[in-house]
């Protein structure tokens, strides 16, 4: 692809004491990771495009319509010669423990425990961006970005020596492992680039191998279509029916090919007060989310990642989840389900009333048949009938 010429640059005054400057800065506004790259198109920015075409970004539509800013960014910020690519730790130490003598209880990923990270990353990065500014003594231009953006965030830090892309597709520090987040903050200076790292993992495949639902195709490429962070948070329509039984108990994300990777090990928590656990979000208690209301649902979700499944999304992963756990005492609550007033959620719920197959389910089944008027959540219940039919746990 032909790229128009860049226009020129703020050339500051001695770019290594002001590269080592910048990042001191980083570091003091929390950023533990920092490191600067050139602006350029991303090294594997094919391979990207091959990903999309092979359609393993599902119903992400707006990867396809960020295409080309992702994997050309003189096109779109042809003023830009630098990006800071900051990083900030996220993992906290709470063990993945989900089982509790008589309370059904979920999974959700650790860094949706605590505040959403995005406003409070781009806050710190403005700050940076204006101490830049006052040091430099001129107008630089400058653009900030948190997951949001069209940004290969990985492919960036990477580049700025933050660390090297595992085969679980994740950006992994040889000292922080991955539980981090990124940012980027593109600038309008000619800034010294850090030398990259290289890539660390040899021979392990536990991530791949750790996958309950064999989403990795191969070493580094991710079929997102079967990845439980997919399904769980960026899908907004019914589960796959097959792929149901092997979500498990994850309501919201998931870290298994981050669980079992060696260089998360012995990682240092992280001090920072927003990404502790809210209340409840470490192994949530199922039963009482499906109680949520719309109301409830944004009152106790405020300023969390998790608001972005929306309710519907939630409670239809609560439903899924509860129907692989099993657990008897979830079924009158399954049973309200079926009347909510989404029929996404009244759908799975069912689908887990089929798996939990109780004489109690089958019969709040088959009066719910008879008032369903969605035609997908009709074909649903009319399956979980079945299933309960053929159900061990069912009674004649």
Same mark, same amino acid.
């Given at each position: 692809?032909?790229? /128009?010429? =860049?226009?020129?640059?703020?050339?500051?005054? !001695?770019?290594?004491?002001?590269?080592?400057?910048? /990042?001191?800065?980083?570091?003091?506004?929390?950023?533990?990771?920092?490191?600067?790259?050139?602006?350029?198109?991303?090294?594997?920015?094919?391979?990207?495009?091959?990903?999309?075409?092979? +359609?393993?970004? +599902?119903?992400?539509?707006?990867?396809?319509?960020?295409?080309?800013? =992702?994997?050309?960014?003189?096109?779109?910020?042809?003023?830009?010669?630098?990006?800071?690519?900051?990083?900030? =730790?996220?993992?906290?130490?709470?063990?993945?423990?989900?089982?509790?003598?008589?309370?059904?209880?979920?999974?959700?990923?650790?860094?949706?425990?605590?505040?959403?990270? !995005?406003?409070?990353?781009?806050?710190?990065?403005?700050?940076?961006? +204006?101490?830049?500014?006052?040091?430099?003594?001129?107008?630089?231009?400058?653009?900030?970005?948190? @997951?949001? *953006?069209?940004?290969?965030?990985?492919?960036?830090?990477?580049?700025? *020596?933050?660390?090297? %892309?595992?085969?679980?597709?994740?950006?992994?520090?040889?000292?922080?492992?991955?539980?981090?987040?990124?940012?980027?903050?593109?600038?309008?200076?000619?800034?010294?680039?850090?030398?990259? %790292?290289?890539?660390?993992?040899?021979?392990? @495949?536990?991530?791949? /191998?750790?996958?309950?639902?064999?989403?990795?195709?191969?070493?580094?490429?991710?079929?997102?279509?079967?990845?439980?962070?997919?399904?769980?948070?960026?899908? /907004?329509?019914?589960?796959?029916?097959?792929?149901?039984?092997?979500?498990?108990? !994850?309501?919201?994300?998931?870290? %298994?090919?981050?669980?079992?990777?060696?260089?998360?090990?012995?990682?240092?928590?992280?001090?920072?007060? $927003?990404?502790?656990?809210?209340?409840?979000? !470490?192994?949530?208690?199922?039963?009482?989310?499906?109680?949520?209301? @719309?109301?409830?649902?944004?009152?106790?979700?405020?300023?969390?990642? %998790?608001?972005?499944?929306?309710?519907?999304?939630?409670?239809?992963?609560?439903?899924?989840?509860?129907?692989?756990?099993?657990?008897?005492?979830?079924?009158?609550?399954?049973?309200?389900?079926?009347?909510?007033?989404?029929?996404?959620?009244?759908?799975?719920?069912?689908?887990?009333?089929?798996?939990?197959?109780?004489? @109690?389910?089958?019969?709040?089944?088959?009066?719910?048949?008879?008032?369903?008027?969605?035609?997908?959540?009709?074909?649903?219940?009319?399956?979980?009938?079945?299933?309960? $039919?053929?159900?061990?746990?069912?009674?004649?």
């Amino acid at each position: 692809m032909t790229v /128009k010429p =860049r226009e020129l640059g703020v050339v500051a005054p !001695h770019p290594e004491r002001l590269a080592r400057a910048i /990042k001191e800065e980083a570091r003091g506004l929390g950023f533990e990771l920092v490191g600067i790259a050139s602006v350029e198109d991303p090294p594997h920015e094919q391979a990207f495009a091959d990903w999309l075409q092979a +359609g393993y970004s +599902g119903e992400m539509a707006y990867m396809a319509r960020t295409e080309q800013a =992702r994997r050309h960014p003189n096109i779109w910020m042809p003023w830009a010669r630098s990006v800071v690519s900051v990083a900030m =730790r996220y993992a906290t130490p709470f063990p993945r423990e989900t089982h509790d003598s008589g309370v059904p209880r979920g999974w959700i990923s650790r860094y949706a425990w605590g505040d959403d990270y !995005h406003a409070m990353m781009e806050r710190r990065l403005e700050s940076l961006l +204006g101490w830049i500014r006052g040091a430099v003594g001129g107008e630089v231009q400058g653009k900030v970005y948190v @997951d949001t *953006g069209p940004v290969l965030e990985r492919e960036v830090a990477v580049r700025a *020596g933050i660390g090297w %892309i595992g085969k679980n597709t994740l950006l992994i520090s040889p000292k922080h492992g991955s539980y981090f987040f990124l940012g980027e903050l593109f600038v309008s200076l000619e800034l010294p680039a850090e030398q990259p %790292i290289r890539d660390r993992c040899g021979s392990c @495949d536990l991530c791949l /191998k750790a996958c309950p639902t064999d989403a990795f195709v191969a070493p580094f490429r991710l079929d997102a279509r079967r990845c439980i962070s997919y399904l769980t948070i960026e899908l /907004k329509g019914s589960i796959p029916t097959e792929i149901r039984p092997l979500i498990g108990d !994850h309501i919201f994300g998931c870290d %298994i090919c981050q669980d079992v990777c060696p260089y998360n090990v012995n990682i240092v928590a992280s001090n920072e007060p $927003a990404y502790q656990p809210r209340d409840g979000l !470490h192994a949530p208690a199922l039963i009482p989310l499906l109680a949520l209301d @719309d109301e409830s649902f944004r009152l106790r979700f405020k300023g969390s990642p %998790i608001k972005r499944s929306k309710r519907r999304g939630l409670l239809r992963n609560v439903a899924v989840a509860l129907g692989n756990i099993g657990a008897e005492e979830s079924v009158p609550a399954l049973v309200k389900a079926l009347s909510d007033s989404e029929p996404l959620v009244r759908s799975h719920a069912a689908w887990a009333l089929g798996r939990i197959g109780t004489t @109690d389910a089958r019969a709040a089944l088959e009066d719910a048949r008879t008032r369903e008027t969605d035609p997908d959540a009709y074909a649903e219940i009319a399956q979980a009938i079945i299933a309960c $039919a053929l159900s061990p746990s069912h009674e004649p």
